[in-house]
């Protein structure tokens, strides 16, 4: 199982960001993907999943309304459409799969993580 995120990188407050997971090594469709983050000195925390199978989605509520969580199952790949960012949202960012098909962005129900990609939200 390889999970690679890409996309992140340092924007001003009020933009955008997509982050990518590219997935490899385990059948898409048969996974839930979610995406975390771990902001300087705070613990890792869920923001948000999807299961590819039915697009089913699931959003924390620090970030619902200004990012949206989609999947193209035909090229392996996991977005996070980050919109009107703010400085809280600085952090790594990581994509994780899990075979429980659990819509859930508790961590523990994810087995495969990637390295994480990082993004900085300048005020």
């Known amino acids: 199982v390889q999970l690679v995120e890409s996309g992140g990188g340092l924007v001003q407050a009020g933009g955008s960001l997509r982050l990518s997971c590219a997935a490899s090594?385990?059948?898409?469709?048969?996974?839930?993907i979610g995406w975390f983050r771990q902001a300087p000195g705070k613990e890792r925390e869920g923001v948000s999943a999807i299961v590819t199978s039915d697009r089913g989605t699931i959003y924390a509520d620090s970030i619902k309304g200004r990012f949206t969580i989609s999947s193209d199952n035909d090229q392996n790949t996991v977005y996070l459409q980050m919109d009107n960012l703010n400085t809280e949202d600085t952090a790594n960012y990581y994509c994780?799969?899990?075979?429980?098909?659990?819509?859930?962005?508790?961590?523990?129900?994810?087995?495969?993580w990637g390295e994480g990609t990082e993004v900085t939200v300048d005020s």
């Open positions: 994780a799969a899990s075979e429980e098909l659990v819509l859930s962005v508790e961590e523990n129900e994810y087995g495969y």
């Open positions: 090594g385990f059948p898409f469709d048969d996974y839930a």
